[in-house]
């Protein structure tokens, strides 16, 4: 089956580090676009993070509030895409799902695979 | 920054048809995706490239895109349909996700 697996969440004291993971099985991590999302607490979708597959250079790119902060990386050996979150910030408190692109539906450039979702707080 | 508007909420009769903007300039031009997010859950991709549905999402949602106005439809709404919408396209090589629509059926 394919899918998504996070882990890596908790309670972290502001100024923290924490480093989310994302496995993916069924498919390669490095073949597709992979991308960050989170949803703070009665807020909506907030995209942070791409990076590009290896074909597409394998690019990335972040919203402006985590640039310098966060950073988004993959294992191919463990078919694994991570977050490396330094700096942390109370407002960063939100769930974090890792996102596929053009998983299943190979023809489109959609977030059509979606992790269960990890939680993240970030509180003294 | 590219930013996409939404209705805060839209609200609907059981058994009618529910219908949410999502709202640029222009935004005919690009390719417009739609999720549907349920508390607790993961995020649910509903329609992709303006009109097309996955596998497994029931011909009672739908999509239309042109002008300045991509508009997700919900035929025969249920109660199941309740929750948030949101839009979402690719800009300058990034995602940008609307502000998302609660839909309440009543």
Redesign the interface.
């Known amino acids: 089956e394919v899918q998504l697996v996070e882990s890596g969440g908790g309670l972290i004291q502001p100024g923290g580090s924490l480093r989310l993971s994302c496995a993916a099985s069924e498919f390669t991590v490095s073949s597709n676009y992979m991308?960050w999302?989170r949803?703070a607490p009665g807020k909506?979708?907030?995209?942070i993070s791409?990076i590009y597959s290896d074909g597409d250079g394998g690019?990335t790119?972040y919203?402006?509030s985590v640039k310098g902060r966060f950073t988004i990386s993959r294992d191919i050996s463990k078919n694994t895409m991570y977050l490396q979150m330094n700096s942390l910030r109370v407002e960063d408190t939100a769930v974090y799902?890792c996102?596929g692109v053009g998983v299943?539906?190979s023809s489109?450039?959609?977030?059509?695979i979606?992790?269960?979702?990890t939680m993240v707080t970030v509180s003294s | 920054s590219y930013e996409v508007t939404q209705p805060l909420s839209v609200s609907v009769a059981l058994g009618q048809t529910a219908r949410i903007a999502c709202e640029r300039n222009n935004i005919g031009n690009k390719n417009v995706h739609w999720y549907q997010k349920k508390p607790g859950q993961a995020p649910v991709l509903v329609i992709y490239r303006d009109t097309n549905r996955p596998s497994g999402i029931p011909e009672r949602f739908s999509g239309s895109n042109s002008g300045n106005t991509a508009t997700l439809t919900i035929s025969r709404a249920q109660a199941g349909d309740e929750a948030d919408f949101y839009c979402q396209v690719w800009d300058s090589k990034i995602v940008v996700f609307g502000g998302g629509t609660k839909l309440t059926v009543l």
């Not at chain 1, 489109?108 to 059509?112: E, I, K, N, V």
């Not at chain 1, 979606?114 to 979702?117: C, E, F, P, S, V």
């Open positions: 991308s999302v949803q909506g979708l907030e995209w791409v690019d790119y919203t402006d799902y996102a299943v539906i489109s450039d959609a977030l059509d979606w992790g269960q979702g």
